[in-house]
């Protein structure tokens, strides 16, 4: 924030160990919403595990307190998915006074997009990618050898597919970031639309078994992703182009 924005505001500028008081304010928020959010989540959890174990038709416990830390794991997780809004919120209000008109203006839209694409990106994982993925995996079995599934290795596979494919869904917003900041053009994206297949088909890869059908589960939302990125990209630019426009008329 600049001099005249805060004289103007009527804001003083905080010490360095005032920006630290405030970030510990943050950060113990944070921890007691998402300590009441998970709280609140547990009593849910057994009928979530029960749902999450649908698409493998049912799983084992191979420990005396297997079962109890998987309802702690998915307490928590829901806990905190429930609580992100909030905490970006105080994150928010923590960043917001250091920040011109103008950034806030562009960050506000992309942190809601970010949360939004997060939650899409884990349903489209858990809904779409899982069942798929299990269904092959488990087919490898054969008469003589039959799938019993540790709940706790279940948990942790969805868990890490649906962050995998959360932060994927981020995409677009790190191209319009790129875009805003000058690193990224709409004609460089579409001129290289053909190796952006190519190397979307190769993580798919990766975070999947590396069978065709769920690699292109995982492929195809993906490209759909990065065409999306162009219309974003021509977007903002158009923006920043307006803007800037509207700049030169008032100088």
């Not at 769920?214 to 065409?227: K, M």
Request: aromatic fraction near 12%; charged fraction near 15%.
């Amino acid at each position: 924030m600049t001099d005249e924005t805060k004289a103007a505001s009527g804001e003083k500028e905080m010490s360095f160990l005032e920006h630290l008081e405030e970030l510990r304010k943050v950060v113990i928020n944070s921890l007691i919403v998402l300590v009441v959010t998970s709280s609140a989540c547990w009593f849910f959890s057994g009928w979530v595990m029960d749902q999450l174990v649908k698409p493998i038709g049912g799983a084992v416990f191979i420990g005396p307190a297997e079962a109890f830390t998987v309802r702690l794991k998915i307490a928590v997780v829901l806990g905190a998915l429930a609580s992100l809004p909030v905490i970006f919120f105080f994150l928010w209000k923590f960043v917001v006074p250091g920040l011109l008109h103008r950034e806030r203006t562009a960050l506000t839209p992309l942190a809601l997009f970010s949360t939004v694409f997060f939650y899409g990106g884990a349903a489209f994982s858990y809904f779409m990618l899982v069942p798929v993925m299990m269904k092959i995996l488990i087919g490898f079995g054969t008469t003589s050898v039959q799938p019993m599934i540790s709940v706790n290795s279940y948990l942790s596979l969805v868990m890490q597919i649906c962050l995998a494919m959360g932060l994927l869904f981020q995409f677009p917003l790190v191209v319009a970031a790129l875009t805003w900041m000058g690193f990224l053009s709409p004609e460089w994206l579409k001129r290289k639309w053909r190796y952006a297949v190519v190397i979307i088909f190769i993580i798919g890869a990766v975070v999947t078994p590396g069978d065709g059908p769920s690699q292109l589960v995982v492929a195809f939302p993906i490209v759909g992703l990065y065409f999306l990125s162009i219309l974003v990209s021509m977007i903002i630019r158009r923006r920043k182009e307006g803007e800037a426009a509207a700049e030169g008329e008032e100088t």
